[in-house]
């Protein structure tokens, strides 16, 4: 029930993880779920979070986006954050919170160059 | 009183939460309105005494340079007290304190002076009160009483209407100092996907979040991937402004660019390594010319010369 509010999709190998405004421990919870799911099913080489509409990001959302970026490492995938929002990205920093292996993109549009392009640099264009 | 140019300083709304909260009841309306009559009877001598003592002090004698004025003001003042004992505070009895306080505050007459008259005048009505009331000795002190409570919501509105000119300056002097200090955080685009900002002074922590939202925005604005960061004009470094610092350059990251420290000073290098702060995940080149030279490399740009054989 929770994970409706998260739209998941996948295009060619790349999974798009959109998350609502203010998502709640079972909406967060879900997001793990929902992307292990479509990796077992099928190959995935890149997983997108866009966060572009999310205002608040709490300790387990943080937590948990690092757990979910490990897990994809594992399985032989990349994870990018797309689309913080300032206001986001300076309570993360001040309330010291990590987002573990997860690679960061001002939106999704450079998520996906970063994940097409092959990891020499990883900045995108 | 410019009462349609300008939110009024205490609302009628405000005023009866005023007068509920100390207890101002229409029995006490009801009473005073009944000592009103007295209150004719008595109100000359208690202004007569009353500017005997003005007149007695030099800060507040100099109000009354004439007997003109002198005699007009008390005129006005007797007026202003038996409105104290008229039976009706609702709107236009605030209307009028609140008008009467304005004046004095624009004529300059200090705060202590305009309280230390309602002092002196509580003093002298108290004898003139219960000699009315010595049939009734009880009514005369509820009397009283009724009397000092709105002798006190009037001294609250003179303090309100003194301190309304000042709470608005400030808070004028607050949004000048905010749009001072956003003009003096320039963010600047010097290639597409590159932004570039120097940073003047030192960082506390209301400049260090102007400062961060300010790249933080413009990053997003400009869509850029590189952030210059000049610290050329930072004069030395401490725990604090090293701290701040470095959240904001991971602020940065976390919108998905990168910062490059330029212009750091051999004296700031020094310090920062004395006070153990780790860096070392942070990009620097000495100068603003190297950082863009890296910042292009990093968007895989080069600048060659024009006739560069290919």
């Known amino acids: 029930m929770a994970d409706e509010n998260i739209a998941v999709m996948k295009v060619q190998d790349v999974l798009m993880v959109t998350l609502p405004a203010d998502p709640d421990d079972a909406t967060v919870s879900s997001l793990q779920e929902k992307v292990l799911q479509v990796m077992e099913q099928s190959e995935v080489q890149g997983v997108i979070l866009d966060i572009s509409a999310v205002e608040t990001l709490d300790s387990f959302f943080a937590r948990t986006v690092a757990e979910t970026a490990q897990m994809v490492a594992l399985m032989g995938g990349r994870t990018v954050i797309a689309g913080m929002r300032p206001s986001v990205a300076i309570t993360t920093t001040q309330l010291g919170l990590i987002l573990g292996g997860a690679m960061t993109a001002l939106d999704v549009d450079r998520a996906l160059g970063m994940l097409s392009n092959t990891p020499q640099r990883g900045y995108g264009r | ?310």
């Open chain 2, 1 to 310: 009183m410019d009462t349609h140019t300008q939110a009024p300083v205490v609302t009628v709304r405000e005023w009866e939460q005023r007068k509920e909260f100390v207890g101002f009841t229409d029995e006490d309306a009801r009473l005073l309105r009944e000592l009103g009559p007295i209150a004719e009877g008595y109100a000359d001598e208690v202004v007569e005494g009353l500017y005997k003592q003005f007149l007695q002090f030099e800060e507040t004698r100099a109000f009354f340079p004439d007997t003109a004025t002198l005699n007009r003001v008390k005129a006005l003042q007797k007026k202003y007290f038996l409105e104290l004992t008229q039976g009706d505070y609702g709107a236009a009895y605030l209307a009028n304190r609140l008008h009467v306080g304005q004046v004095h505050q624009q004529i300059g007459l200090s705060l202590r002076w305009y309280m230390g008259a309602y002092s002196i005048y509580v003093d002298l009505v108290y004898p003139c009160v219960l000699a009315a009331f010595k049939h009734d000795i009880e009514k005369g002190q509820r009397a009283f009483l009724a009397l000092s409570k709105l002798v006190r919501l009037d001294t609250e509105l003179v303090i309100t209407t003194y301190i309304a000119p000042s709470a608005a300056i400030i808070s004028m002097q607050a949004r000048q100092a905010r749009a001072l200090l956003e003009i003096s955080i320039p963010v600047v685009q010097v290639w597409a996907g590159v932004v570039a900002v120097p940073l003047i002074g030192m960082l506390d922590s209301q400049r260090a979040q102007l400062f961060t939202e300010r790249l933080l925005e413009r990053i997003v604005e400009m869509r850029a991937s590189v952030a210059l960061v000049d610290i050329t004009g930072v004069p030395m470094m401490d725990t604090q402004t090293a701290q701040y610092l470095l959240e904001a350059i991971s602020a940065v990251r976390l919108l998905g660019a990168q910062v490059i420290l330029t212009g750091m000073r051999p004296t700031i290098a020094q310090t920062l390594v004395h006070l153990d702060i780790d860096l070392s995940s942070v990009a620097t080149r000495p100068s603003l010319e190297a950082g863009l030279r890296l910042g292009l490399d990093m968007l895989d740009l080069q600048v060659v010369p024009r006739d560069a054989k290919p």
